[in-house]
């Protein structure tokens, strides 16, 4: 339970469902199960939680290269694909979805035609990075430019303001091909965007990284 200080109408309550590393397992196996088994879980555990603030959260590692992400990628050129993870990823409903490594790994463009490809799709879930910087791609920047990609978000529940800052490894360079995209410290990242948030009014904040390790 949150409660802020101040009187009992400011107190929430909130369910946090997350997810990471989805590496495209859009089809389950005798490990796992796949999206649809995913979601029709997720979706009893809503129904299970009733007037309490819910959030759902993916930090990173939303597709892996392989069979199945292979299919999106044969499906057609650049502005003419259908991504199907970004298809699991609109039906699942996420309130912010991080980036991670592996998102990037056939490049900006592609990445960029992925996210342009959810929102086409009716996503609405920002793809969050505090400490990268994208200027240096120009797809992705128009991304930054209309809102789809983000250092953190703001959701509303039930009057209550959740923050949701994003961060990606520093070794992004040395794991995946992010191209251009400029890859700052961590730490002074989320530093900032925390006072930002607070500068809002928002007190409720969460960190949803993919960090490979804790250091």
């Known amino acids: 339970v949150l409660s802020l200080a101040g009187t009992a ?3 929430a309550s909130l369910t946090l469902f997350h997810n990471n590393d989805g590496e495209s397992k859009l089809f389950g ?3 796992f199960g796949g999206a649809a088994y995913f979601t029709s879980t997720l979706n009893v555990l809503r129904a299970a ?3 309490r603030d819910q ?3 993916s930090s990173g590692d939303n597709v892996l290269p392989g069979l199945a992400y292979n299919a999106s990628l044969a499906s057609g050129p650049l502005g003419a694909r259908t991504y199907y993870d970004a298809l699991a990823l609109r039906i699942i409903g996420y309130d912010a979805i991080t980036l991670g490594n592996h ?3 056939s490049g900006p463009e592609v990445l960029a035609d992925f996210i342009q490809f959810y929102r086409a799709q009716g996503g609405t879930a920002p793809f969050l990075s505090a400490n990268l910087d994208f200027s240096g791609e120009a797809s992705l920047q128009a991304l ?3 809102g789809g990609i983000a250092r953190s978000t703001v959701v509303n529940r039930n009057g209550n303001r959740y923050g949701i800052i ?3 490894t520093e070794g992004l360079a ?3 091909s992010p191209g251009a995209v400029g890859i700052n410290p961590v730490l002074p990242a989320i530093q900032a965007e925390v006072a930002a948030l607070q500068a809002q009014g928002v007190n409720k904040i969460i960190l949803s990284s993919h960090l490979q390790t804790i250091n």
């Open 103 to 105: 998102d990037f790994d």
């Open 49 to 51: 939680n009733p007037g």
């Open 9 to 11: 109408a400011s107190a």
């Open 166 to 168: 994003g961060v990606t």
């Open 174 to 176: 040395q794991v995946s």
């Open 144 to 146: 930054v430019n209309s």
């Open 29 to 31: 196996d005798a490990s």
């Open 55 to 57: 959030l759902m959260i």
